[in-house]
């Protein structure tokens, strides 16, 4: 399964809201996959399963692409992965919580995101 990086982090926040409907009811589906089979993930800097419902998704590429592709090189970096790595879905989470979520650094990386507020 392709994920952008710094779509585990909107995934570790969603309580329901979202883009659209049809967003909403796949970023549910995704996460619902996510924790239930802990499948290997790719990390993709490029529209990925939760891109797949958007609206923003143009064509194949994120309107904001250069804003997302900041997010995703800033997981990368703090993770010390790189774009392509695969690992388990619960081993990605694992090192989003100890490299960004439990040492306070998820202002770093998203911190001008409109959807901020919900995760801070
Ligand atoms: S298309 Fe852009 S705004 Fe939509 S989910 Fe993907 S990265 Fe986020």
Same mark, same amino acid.
């Given at each position: 399964m392709k994920l952008r990086p710094h779509h585990g982090l +909107? *995934?570790?926040?969603?309580?329901? #809201?979202?883009y659209s409907p049809q967003f909403i009811e796949n970023m549910a589906f995704v996460k619902?996959? *996510?924790?239930?089979?802990?499948? $290997? $993930?790719? *990390?993709?800097? &490029?529209?990925?399963?939760?891109c797949?419902? +958007?609206?923003?998704?143009?064509?194949? =590429? +994120?309107? &904001?692409? #250069?804003?997302?592709s900041a997010y995703d090189r800033a997981v990368l970096s703090a993770i010390s992965a790189e774009e392509g790595s695969a690992l388990r879905w619960s #081993?990605? &989470?694992?090192? *989003? =919580?100890e490299h960004i979520l439990d040492c306070g650094k998820l202002c770093e990386i998203c911190g001008d995101c409109a959807w901020f507020g919900l995760c801070k």
């Open positions: +909107c *995934l570790n926040f969603f309580g329901g #809201e979202g619902a996959g *996510l924790n239930d089979d802990d499948p $290997v $993930v790719e *990390l993709t800097n &490029s529209v990925d399963v939760i797949a419902a +958007c609206p923003h998704n143009i064509r194949g =590429r +994120c309107e &904001s692409f #250069e804003k997302v #081993e990605f &989470s694992a090192a *989003l =919580r």
